[in-house]
């Protein structure tokens, strides 16, 4: 994503550290009951916890809301997913 691109607003409300709101959201990569992996135009959100649930999903308004413990969120870069043997033959 270039700097002059607009991004969208990402806003995260933790209530009770049971109920989650974040908005936009581009994508889910994975989820389970333990972890969420979410990517946002200011990089890859991963939600860690017990019990998750995604009870919304909108593609069109970029809205996730997740329901169980939320125990940690972690923001990390938007880096492209290079394979194995794209990181063996630099």
Not at 13 to 27: A, E, I, M
Not at 37 to 56: C, E, F, H, M, R
Not at 77 to 89: K, Y
Request: aromatic content about 6%; charged content about 25%.
């Amino acid at each position: 994503m270039t700097e002059n691109t607009a991004k969208a607003p990402n806003i995260v409300t933790l209530d009770n550290r049971s109920k989650l709101c974040v908005t936009g959201v581009n994508d889910v990569d994975s989820f389970d009951e333990k972890s969420i992996v979410a990517y946002t135009d200011y990089g890859q959100l991963t939600i860690q916890g017990d019990s998750l649930n995604i009870k919304k999903l909108s593609s069109e308004t970029g809205e996730l809301e997740v329901e169980g413990t939320v125990s940690a969120m972690i923001y990390t870069d938007n880096r492209p997913h290079e394979s194995l043997f794209g990181r063996l033959f630099r």
